[in-house]
């Protein structure tokens, strides 16, 4: 449907480098076929395997509303440090501040502004004192060493990809088998820890973190 040099056609290539074809696609309903905008293959992401990544560009309206933009914007606090002794003095502190000075204001004020004060106030130290919460990782044990096994691998692709000679196929095979080695104990490595942690809070009974 689309016009590309024949490297961003095929998406799938032999193990031994020789054979390539199309066997993937995106498929869209013919309502919708004039929003695909481009449909390349794309060779220089790492997946560890024979299929190249396919990217569709979209272009498409999509109506969201008002309430519900709004709901993503909000922070979410880290309320964890509530537990140690010295940030909970220390938001005590701050958010005791905050209130004396709302001592002083005329009692004549908009209440609608005195809320917004309030908020204002108990945001502000919390976000001095706690800070924000951090999202979680979908895989918390990957780290920076992880990050430089991909890169090996990846590159040892790319020159598969550049030159499919034996060698160059031997040494893919060794790559993907190390990576693979590696994240396998590191994953280990951080179920191990997370079992001590939970025996470590069921015996002082840390029911929150539990």
Partial sequence: MLPHWSIHKYTWTSPDGKTHNQIDYVLIGRRWHSCVMDVPSFRGADCDTNHYLVIAKVRERLAVGKQAAQRFDRQRFNFRKLNEPDVRKQYQIEITNKFAALENLNEDEDINRTWENIKENIQTSAK?????????????????????????????????????????????YNVRREVSRHFRNKKKAYLRAKIEELENNSKIQNIRDL
């Fill in 128 to 172: 001095e004192s706690l800070g924000l919460h951090e999202l979680k990782q979908n895989k918390p044990w990957f780290d920076k060493e992880c990050l430089g096994f991909l890169d090996q691998r990846k590159q040892a692709k790319m020159q598969w990809i550049q030159d499919p000679s034996q060698s160059n196929v031997d040494i893919l």
